[in-house]
């Protein structure tokens, strides 16, 4: 079904840049800095936010995207935590959409720039396309299995850090972790690696596939930070691996932290220094 819709439908994947945009700019854009303070609400603390747009721009991509493809399902940010059981539909036979309407909710919610809307379609675990939307910026980056990666419709390339160079990485905030995921993760603190805490995963995938980031750290693994953003990169010439060395699995389970980088050496760097930093 996935392949009849991507490679035999003329416009599958424009139809579907197209749905992104206006989820965008019914819900989101009109919300931007405009957010009334009932409109933000706490979920699982200060650091885990949700607001109108968030949830009304998933209502409208889900009613858009099931229409394009008859018969797919939703994974949604918001819809898994009103219905953990919603994250199943990743394990079963139908297509899934997997969408985060809003990646970066904190930046958006102070009126900053550097957040996207984040789609990608996947079926049986893995991911065939995906669209990552920045609506303030107005970049597009779209990526389909083994057609390559365009950002505003021109291919991006992610190459490889000059030799020698200081390796830009977006890790998570060790703050965030179990303890065992921050001795890895402060393993990043090294000569070599200069390692700052991400922002928005969609933005910072974009940045690893563009060449102007070298690598994320990341150890969490909700499909929707992560399916679109995994594609984008390997389809511009990355790699990704977990700290075991395997690939990283849309539906979970995964040895934490893992990698996303613009080629295999660097990734080969960034997982050498989390296992220094988790045997610390």
């Known amino acids: 079904m996935i392949d009849d819709f991507l490679y035999g ?15 965008a700019a019914a819900e989101i854009l009109p919300r931007y800095r405009q957010l009334a303070a009932h409109e933000i609400v706490e ?10 747009a968030d949830r009304l721009a998933e209502e409208h991509l889900t009613a858009s995207l099931t229409r394009l493809l008859p018969g797919s399902a939703v994974v949604g940010e918001e819809a898994v935590h009103a219905d953990p059981a919603v994250y199943d539909a990743l394990g079963g036979d139908a297509p899934v959409w997997i969408v985060d309407p809003v990646d970066g909710t904190r930046q958006f919610v102070r009126g900053e720039p550097g957040f996207c809307t984040l789609v990608a379609l996947a ?9 990552t939307y920045a609506p303030v910026l107005d970049e597009m980056a779209v990526a389909v299995r083994g057609r390559g990666a365009t950002l505003n419709g021109r291919p991006v390339h992610s190459g490889s850090p000059a030799p020698g160079a200081v390796l830009k990485v977006a890790m998570s905030h060790p ?11 402060l393993g990043l603190r090294t000569e070599g690696i200069d390692a700052r805490a991400c922002g928005s995963a969609g933005l910072e995938y974009l940045a690893v596939a563009c060449g102007a980031q070298d690598a994320i750290a990341f150890n969490w693994e909700f499909a929707w930070d992560h399916a679109a953003g995994l594609l984008l990169v390997t389809e511009a010439g990355g790699t990704q691996s977990t700290l075991s060395g395997v690939p990283f699995r849309i539906t979970g389970g995964n040895d934490l932290p893992f990698t996303a980088a613009r080629d295999a050496e660097t990734a080969e760097r ?8 988790a045997q610390a």
């Open 9 to 23: 439908t003329t416009g599958a994947t424009a139809a579907v840049e197209a749905a992104v945009r206006a989820a």
């Open 270 to 277: 960034i997982l050498r220094a989390l296992r220094t930093g």
């Open 43 to 52: 979920k699982s603390g200060p650091h885990d936010l949700v607001t109108a």
């Open 123 to 131: 079926l049986h675990g893995e991911v065939h396309a995906s669209w």
């Open 175 to 185: 703050d965030y972790t179990s303890d065992a995921q921050k001795r890895a993760l």
